[in-house]
């Protein structure tokens, strides 16, 4: 019991009662309770369709929570769930045990395969429940689950086409259900020769990776077989035991077709340059299959007959080639032969045309381009075109004639016209042929005919003018070319006597802008030959225009001036004086010499007549008055312009001396405008400018300021930049009034309230304390400092004491605060004033100013109640249910101190949204006014139910009566609701699918809550061409409502349109359901991406076949891979246009979505070859195809789709790489004598300089040189390939006799040019032998014969063979003497040897013929031959050298034996005593018969001679035969007695010797006496001697005479020799010393000549002396017969030649001289000068001596005349 309250009552406080014990029997029976469908019923689906539910609840309220799980176990391995339970789980309590649960049970989908699978639903219950935790559970509850899950293999698309090319294809295989083992998919190809699966087999598939599609790549097997279209195939089989996926059935088969690399065909190909000539020249053909066929291939190739005349030209061997399946890829040879068809044709293009006959189908269709190939002609039609003559340029002054000839080259079959065309009659006359045409026929051909030309004398600049003699040649019914020759036109250009020009003249070159005017006359100087335009312009278009824009000259009127009149132009610009230029263009569309010709200008001037200034009104120069503070007034506006026009832009800047008081506005712009800008366009475009007053908010009435206008222009030329303008003085009216305002103002009764003991909390509207509000009416002009002055300050207080106002804040309210003055006193109500006084010292609208302010009503009073704060916001959430301190609290205090404990209670008036804490407060009058705070709770459900408000109302006990009267507010909470209904989606899976592809992105779908009713959701997706789901509705029930649906969307089929890769939304929505929170919901949108299969792109076919330059064509289809949005232009360009162009009809295609040009219909290209003239055989190029399109993105885009390129072959026509070769002359002379020549150029242009070597084929018979002698190689310029080069084979001397040999020259050709590059030619040429069998004998001097004598004079021949000895043979040359010359002459050697081997054959071999001395045989100068044989016979037998005879060589031999009788000198004393002397007699030759001389002396009685007679006989003839002459003592003493000895004529059967006397006749000798003489002789003996004596020496004297005559005629025979020997000297060594060559000189001379008494020519010897010392080879002097003897007659003859007995180096000068008192004199005749002798060889080795050169010959005759020494030169010769 409490009794402490009011007051302690002792008795009854904490009083204990006794307890009282009740019992309640219970009829309540623990237990759970659950009501389940049928067994039926109770079937669930794995895709979400089928659910069953069943209630479950307590039987009994428990005494703690129950919590009941109802869980699902997993099946066996692989371990999945068939069925899930939601809730999972419920609790139960005292407030809910008897609700019934609805627990619903749906299929878990486990995505295996496993069929419908039976689930058992245990019940779990945990609690602390005594009862229920003993109690036994529920049965459980089975159901089945319907799988939805199909085993299989999904097959994505084949992307791309296996080639035989290497392309390969993929595809994808990927499971649809996971498997509960490894899978195994075994790959099996059905064609091996076909494909191959590059991807390993087999794939194995394990349920970690399941989903994962796995590649399998496929790739063509490249065969040599043209068989496109062939299909193998690829089939599957599976292996997983125990598993769905085991032995798959229905698999489909997938069929592959290749794109086959292999067409059939044929290949040719050139080997070389594909061409002939009518020489025989061939090429070869190199023909092979491009496929292997599949039976023999017979391939014929013939070349068509040319057209009219009908001829071959050329053939084909063999006629077939066979191929087989087994050599099909070994290349057979053609060879194509040129044919002479005799016609100037020219080089004539064919072609070899190919049949083709088999068994297989494919080739027997195949069609092979024919091979163009060129024939060359070996004739040529032309007509050739001389210069001009004499000067090559008609003068248009003069008036000659030039004259030039016209030829054909060539005899046509037909008379030939060449009709002469003047191209200009205006510039040149043909005079002759009067007919204007030549006319050429089989006989005139070759005449040259002359064609005379004058130049026509014009008015025309035309200087360098051509004009043209152009030919038309006509041959009708010709049969060679003549119908097809061109002649180039004989361009002439006359020399011209005119210049073209423009004059104009004018006066006073100057306008004005008021239009003053000037004209310039204008006019040409030369006729022009067509209109001339002269067009004028002014320079300065804004300061002169011209009135003639254009004058037109004619060639009538050039001369005429015409007038351009200039006109001044008013700009409105102040720019002084301007200058300007009118300048003039001339154009000729005819005259090139007038077009462009420039024309001096003409230099004016415009006067002006503008000035500066700006325009203002009303004028500048006034006060304005009255603008209103803020307010747009038409009194202040002003108009302004410029006075003239500026050059530049001018601004005019705005400015306000006080922007404060005034602003400046331009043509009622809202805002102030800084400036106005006037440009040369609206200079005199009016503009407004306003003044406006600045409403400053101060009182300041009356204030002026002034609007400053400034021009600014920097840089303007005409007068604007630094002018100067006047200003505007403006006052403004003012709108402020100085003064207080009050918030609230003062009304005159109570205008505040503030109350006693309540400044906490107030009483209805008063408080302890209160505000008024206090600003200035008008800003102040200094700071105003304002006191707050209270006039009770006993009843309240103001704060703060003073205020402050400025600039700044003057117009910003201020709080004034007046608080009551707590006194506790109950005094009553009372109204108290309140004052400003203000100070402001500076603004007297302020300053010492009170004012009074409102009234203030102070009540005393007291009340109870109670003060809450409001949460805010005064929200919780249901996601804060749990938390441990509250998630929202509020405070209540009391506003009075109570009596007594105030308890306050706080209850909720919804629990199941929250709930407060803690249960009460209670307030004492202790801590009445300490605030205690209410915690608030929130309550979350699964139902969206919104936001739900609730009251927290409050219950107080107190026993305090003004607290129980007192109210206490309500807390208004809201619950916010976090259950928001939504349908949410969400996937794992990558949001990308692919074009008909076999992957799927899954979506889940949950809702946000728990709806009250089902929830029927429609599926679909933003573009079903692009993806598709796989249901169209999923429904969601109450108790399902977080367990995930699922939505498979996959790509759907392919669209065949390349819009690239496209977004397609999985939609989820609008829902429909009874719960209107969720009808009308859509889930999130899903975005997949949807990749594009459908590539853009261009489909091209193969090339049809083969282009070629005569202009063939080959085709290929295109076509697009995609639907295109527009029309698409597809442009296919070759990237060779030099090879191949594509036809104009086809070079642009239209491919369109629909109708014939249909994109996926194939269109055709035509493809054209193209002739370029370069020997380039077969070239390839491609064609590229390219799309366009206007509005197709795809196939419009820049650059647009790109083909693959159509690879193309243009196979040569005529331009194969090649020569154009013409032998004028096919021997070559292996002397050198003669070359073989070859003219050649090239059958086509190359691309690079190409270089030409020749070779013989066999080097020594000929050497190949270029042009002129050059050895170096013949290049030949791309630009010179048609120009005729000639090589020359020479030939080479191998002194072989061989005959005449074949050779080949090879040309070979290298350059960058591949076509040219190892190109080669041979040609077959003869080297004509000039090698003869021979032995070439050469004499000394070139003399005819040698000669010797027998003093063992020699002479000497050289020996060389013409030719070589044939090979292997040692050859040996005989020389002998002939019988004529048995005993005259001997050989050394006299045998030679040649022997090709070491090559002495050439070298001179030189015989020696030496005289050989017959002792005695006065035989005379014997000739006789030397002649030779060959041998071994046997060895030479059979060649040319076994028939040849050897020359022979005549040789003479001097005989030095004379036919005399020789006589010596007696010997010994005869004396009278019988002294004897003898002497000898021998003959000097034997004679031929005995010679018998007979002798006798003159006084037989002197002397004695014992032989009368003396005999000699061919044995004895050079024996001495002694003559003894005995003293005879004829007894007188006569002294001394001569005698003398005389010789008779010898007699003799020898002619020689007949009558011959001996030499000397007689001798002469003395008889002397005998010693015994002196002794005493008798008188008659003396006087007989004395007699003796008279008569001896009578007879002597007379003998004496004539003794002496005949020495002195010896002495001066002698005298005479000796100055000749002298002479002679002197003038050799003069003639050598002239023409010695080597140093030091060496100087000879040959032999004195004697000339014996009976003027006999002797030589004392040929052998020779050195004037520098040393025996030397030189000359010798002899006689030109034997022993010449001259007759005493006049004009007697004898020669002398002077021997060479060496070989000279160079021809020496020879002479001879006489003495002028001699008797004989030197004739230097025609025989004399004819005998010169140059050198046998010039080439020495060692030292080089100086040797005489040859001989010459000089009569010597008796002298009858004295001529002047004659002097015989023979000069140096080339030799």
Same mark, same amino acid.
């Given at each position: ?676 800008? %006037?440009?040369? @366009?609206? *200079?005199?475009?009016?503009? +407004?400018? &306003? $003044?406006?007053? #600045?409403? !400053?908010? =101060?009182? /300041? ?103 402050? %106002?400025?600039? @700044?804040? *003057?117009?910003?309210?201020? +709080?004034? &605060? $007046?608080?009551? #003055?707590? !006194?506790? =006193?109950? /005094? ?119 936001? #739900?408000?609730?009251? =927290? ?823």
């Amino acid at each position: 019991v409490d009794a402490s309250t009011p007051t302690v009552e002792p008795n009854y406080d904490g009083y204990v009662l006794t307890p009282i014990t009740v019992t309640c029997v219970d009829d309540d029976a623990a237990s759970f309770f659950a009501a389940l469908p049928g067994p039926a019923g109770r079937m669930t689906s794995e895709d979400g369709t089928s659910f069953f539910s069943f209630t479950a609840h307590l039987e009994t309220q428990p005494t703690n929570p129950v919590t009941i799980s109802w869980v699902v176990p997993p099946t066996a391995a692989p371990v999945r769930t068939e069925a899930v339970v939601f809730p999972a789980s419920q609790v139960y309590d005292a407030s809910n045990w008897k609700t019934p649960v609805n627990i619903v049970v749906s299929g878990g989908d486990d995505l295996y395969d496993d069929g419908n699978m039976t689930f058992v639903v245990n019940w779990q219950v945990v609690t602390t429940d005594v009862v229920y935790s003993s109690l036994p559970l529920p049965a459980p509850i089975t159901g089945t689950n319907i799988d939805d899950d199909d085993a299989d293999l999904i097959f994505g698309p084949v992307v791309g086409i296996p080639s035989e090319a290497g392309v390969t294809a993929q595809f994808q295989i990927t499971l649809t259900t996971l498997p509960m083992a490894d899978v195994t998919v075994h790959l099996r190809n059905n064609d091996t020769s076909e494909g191959t699966i590059v991807t390993a087999s087999p794939l194995i598939f394990q349920p970690a990776t399941w989903s994962a599609p796995q590649v399998v790549t496929l790739e063509a097997v490249d065969d040599p077989i043209d068989d496109d279209g062939k299909a193998w195939e690829v089939s599957f089989a599976t292996v997983a035991p125990g598993t769905a996926y085991h032995a798959l059935t229905g698999l489909p088969d997938l069929v592959i077709i290749n794109v086959d690399n292999d067409d059939a065909g044929v290949t040719v190909n050139v080997i070389g340059a594909a061409a002939t000539s009518e020489m025989g020249g061939s090429f070869s053909l190199s023909v092979v299959l491009d496929t292997q066929p599949m039976a023999a291939v017979m391939i014929s190739g013939a070349c068509p007959l040319a057209a009219a005349p009908p001829r071959s030209e050329a053939a084909v061997a063999p006629a077939s080639l066979i191929f087989t399946p087994s050599d099909w890829s070994t290349p057979q040879m053609l060879v194509v032969t040129g044919e002479d068809d005799d016609f100037d044709d020219q080089d004539t293009p064919f072609q070899v045309e190919f049949t083709i006959t088999s068994a297989d189908p494919i080739y027997s269709i195949v069609t092979v381009n024919p091979v163009a190939a060129l024939n060359t002609d070996d004739d040529t039609a032309s007509v050739t075109v001389s210069a001009l003559t004499p000067t090559g340029n008609p003068d248009e002054a003069s008036g000659a004639s030039e004259m030039f000839e016209v030829v054909l080259t060539a005899e046509p079959t037909t008379d030939v016209t060449i009709d002469l065309t003047n191209s200009d009659p205006l510039e040149g006359t043909i005079t002759a042929p009067a007919s204007g045409a030549l006319v050429f026929g089989t006989g005139n051909w070759a005449v040259p005919q002359t064609v005379t030309v004058v130049a026509v004398d014009d008015n025309v600049d035309d200087d360098g003018r051509t004009w043209i003699v152009a030919y038309s040649v006509r041959a009708p019914g010709e049969l060679t070319t003549f119908g097809a020759v061109t002649v180039p036109p004989t361009v002439i250009t006359n020399i011209d006597d005119d210049g073209a020009g423009v004059s104009r003249t004018y006066s006073l070159a100057e306008t004005t802008e008021g239009g003053g005017t000037f004209d310039i006359a204008v006019q040409l100087d030369s006729q022009p030959t067509g209109d001339v335009y002269v067009d004028a312009v002014s320079t300065v278009a804004t300061e002169a225009t011209v009135t003639t824009a254009q004058l037109t000259f004619t060639a009538t009127d050039y001369s005429t001036p015409q007038v351009v009149t200039v006109q001044g132009v008013d700009d409105f610009i102040a720019d002084g004086p301007q200058n300007f230029d009118v300048t003039f263009t001339v154009t000729s569309g005819a005259d090139a010499n007038y077009n462009g010709r420039a024309v001096p200008p003409v230099n004016a001037v415009n006067r002006n007549d503008d000035v500066a200034g700006v325009d203002v009104s009303p004028s500048l120069s006034m006060v304005l008055t009255g603008p209103v503070e803020g307010v747009l007034s038409a009194s202040g506006e002003f108009e302004v312009a410029l006075a003239s026009e500026p050059t530049q832009d001018v601004s005019i800047s705005l400015v306000s001396s006080d922007p404060a008081e005034g602003a400046l506005y331009v043509s009622g712009a809202p805002v102030p405008t800084a400036s106005m800008v %006037f440009t040369p @366009s609206d *200079w005199n475009v009016v503009q +407004t400018m &306003t $003044v406006v007053a #600045v409403d !400053d908010d =101060v009182d /300041d009435d009356g204030k002026q300021w002034i609007a400053i206008l400034t021009v600014q222009a920097a840089g303007e030329t005409s007068g604007y930049d630094g002018f100067v303008t006047g200003d505007v003085v403006v006052e403004n009216t003012d709108d402020d009034e100085a003064g207080v305002l009050y918030t609230p103002m003062p009304s005159g009764g109570s205008d505040l309230v503030v109350a006693e003991n309540n400044t906490a909390f107030g009483i209805g509207a008063a408080s302890a304390t209160a505000t008024f509000e206090v600003k200035l009416q008008s800003e102040p002009l200094v700071n105003v400092h304002a006191d707050v002055v209270s006039f009770d300050s006993n009843q309240f207080t103001a704060s703060p004491p003073a205020l402050s %106002f400025d600039a @700044s804040n *003057w117009n910003v309210l201020q +709080t004034v &605060t $007046v608080a009551v #003055v707590e !006194d506790y =006193v109950d /005094d009553g109500d009372v109204d108290v004033g309140v004052r400003l006084d203000l100070a402001a010292l500076g603004d007297t609208n302020y300053n010492a100013v009170a004012s009074l302010g409102p009234t203030v009503l102070c009540r005393n009073d007291d009340a109870a109640g109670y003060e809450i704060v409001q949460p805010t916001p005064a929200e919780v959430f249901e996601a804060q249910e749990g938390t441990v301190s509250g998630v929202l609290s509020y405070t209540i205090v009391l506003t009075s101190q109570p009596v007594g404990a105030v308890t306050v209670t706080p209850t909720a008036s919804d629990v199941s949204e929250g709930t407060t804490s803690p249960p009460q407060v209670v307030f004492t009058p202790v801590d009445w006014d300490t605030a205690q705070v209410i915690e608030v709770f929130p309550k979350d459900d699964a139902f969206v139910d919104g936001d #739900v408000p609730w009251l =927290v109302t409050h219950a107080v006990v107190t026993a305090d009566p003004n607290y129980i009267a007192a109210s206490i507010a309500d807390i208004t909470i809201t619950t916010v609701d976090d259950d928001v209904a939504a349908i949410i989606a969400n996937t794992t899976d990558p949001l990308v699918l692919v074009e008909a592809g076999a992957n799927r992105v899954e979506v889940e779908v949950v809702l946000g809550s728990t709806p009250s009713g089902a929830v029927i959701i429609p599926v679909r997706t933003s573009d079903a061409g692009e993806c598709v789901a796989d249901v169209t509705t999923l429904t969601v029930y109450p108790n399902l409502w977080n367990t995930p649906q699922r939505i498979v969307v996959t790509a759907a089929a392919q669209d065949g349109v390349a819009d690239g890769d496209q977004n397609c939304s999985l939609l989820i929505g609008p829902a429909t359901s009874g719960d209107t929170h969720y009808h009308g919901l859509s889930a999130n949108t899903i975005d997949v991406l949807v990749r594009d299969l459908d590539a853009a792109g261009i489909v091209v076919s193969k090339i049809s076949g083969d282009t070629s330059e005569t202009g063939a064509t080959a085709t290929f289809t295109v076509y697009i891979t995609t639907v295109p949005v527009d029309t698409v232009v597809v442009r296919c360009v070759s990237n060779d246009i030099g090879e191949g162009t594509v036809s104009p009809d086809s070079q642009s295609l239209l491919f369109t979505p629909t109708g014939d040009s249909r994109w996926d219909i194939p269109q055709t290209v035509t493809v054209i070859g193209v002739d370029d003239h370069i020997v380039d055989s077969v070239q390839s190029y491609q064609v590229v195809c390219t799309t366009s399109s206007l509005n197709d993105v795809v196939y419009g885009a820049n650059p647009g789709i790109e083909s693959r390129p159509v690879d193309v072959v243009n196979f040569d026509h005529g331009d194969s790489s090649g020569w154009n070769v013409r032998i004028q002359n096919s021997e070559s002379r292996d002397d050198s004598s003669a070359a073989a020549t070859v003219v050649l150029s090239l059958t086509s242009e190359p691309l690079e300089a190409v270089t030409i070597v020749g070779e013989a084929s066999d080097a020594t018979e000929a050497v190949v040189v270029g042009e002129g002698s050059s050895t170096t190689p013949l290049v030949l310029l791309p630009a010179q390939w048609k120009t005729e080069h000639t090589i020359r084979a020479v030939g080479v001397r191998d002194y072989e006799l061989d005959g005449d040999q074949q050779y080949t020259v090879l040309l070979k050709a290298s350059s960058v040019d591949p076509a040219y590059n190892n190109l080669q030619k041979s040609l077959q040429l003869t080297s004509v032998d000039t090698d003869e069998v021979g032995v070439t004998l050469t004499l000394p001097d070139e003399m005819a014969s040698l000669t010797t004598d027998e003093t063992g004079m020699t002479g000497k021949f050289s020996v060389t063979l013409k030719a070589k000895p044939p090979p292997g043979v040692l050859m040996t040359l005989a020389f002998k003497v002939s019988s004529t010359g048995e005993g005259e002459g001997m050989l050394q050697p006299a045998t030679l040897t040649f022997d090709a081997t070491n090559m002495n054959w050439q070298d001179p071999q030189v015989v020696t013929v030496t005289g050989v001395d017959d002792l005695g045989e006065a035989d005379g100068d014997k000739q006789y031959d030397i002649t030779g044989l060959l041998g071994p016979a046997e060895s030479l037998a059979g060649t040319p050298w076994g028939t040849y005879s050897v020359p022979s060589v005549s040789v003479t031999n001097l005989d030095d034996d004379e036919v005399g009788i020789s006589v010596s000198e007696l010997t010994g004393a005869v004396t009278e005593d019988g002294g004897a002397a003898s002497f000898s007699v021998t003959l000097l030759a034997r004679p031929e018969a005995p010679v018998t001389i007979g002798l006798f002396v003159s006084s037989t009685e002197e002397v004695s001679v014992q032989e009368k007679s003396l005999v000699f006989t061919q044995e004895t003839w050079n024996t001495p035969q002694q003559v003894t002459v005995v003293g005879i003592d004829d007894g007188e003493d006569d002294g001394a007695e001569g005698f003398t000895l005389h010789f008779m004529e010898a007699v003799s059967d020898d002619s020689r010797y007949r009558g011959m006397l001996p030499s000397p006749r007689e001798l002469s000798g003395m008889n002397q006496p005998s010693s015994k003489v002196g002794g005493g002789a008798s008188t008659e003996v003396l006087a007989a001697a004395v007699a003796a004596g008279v008569l001896l020496c009578a007879l002597f004297g007379i003998w004496m005479y004539f003794r002496c005559k005949d020495k002195k005629n010896k002495k001066e025979e002698s005298e005479q020799l000796q100055q000749s020997e002298v002479m002679m000297e002197e003038m050799t060594q003069e003639g050598l010393s002239k023409h010695t060559i080597s140093t030091p000189h060496s100087l000879y001379q040959t032999s004195p000549v004697h000339l014996k008494p009976d003027f006999s020519l002797h030589s004392r010897g040929n052998s020779m002396r050195s004037l520098g010392g040393g025996a030397l080879p030189g000359v010798g002097l002899g006689a030109l017969g034997s022993s010449v003897k001259f007759s005493r007659q006049p004009s007697g003859r004898g020669s002398v030649r002077p021997m060479r007995s060496s070989k000279p180096v160079q021809n020496v000068s020879f002479g001879a001289s006489h003495d002028a008192s001699s008797r004989v004199s030197i004739d230097s005749d025609d025989d004399v000068l004819a005998n010169t002798y140059g050198p046998l060889n010039s080439t020495f080795t060692g030292a080089v001596t100086q040797r005489l050169a040859s001989s010459a010959s000089a009569r010597v005759r008796p002298r009858t005349v004295v001529p002047q020494a004659d002097m015989m030169d023979v000069m140096p010769n080339s030799g």
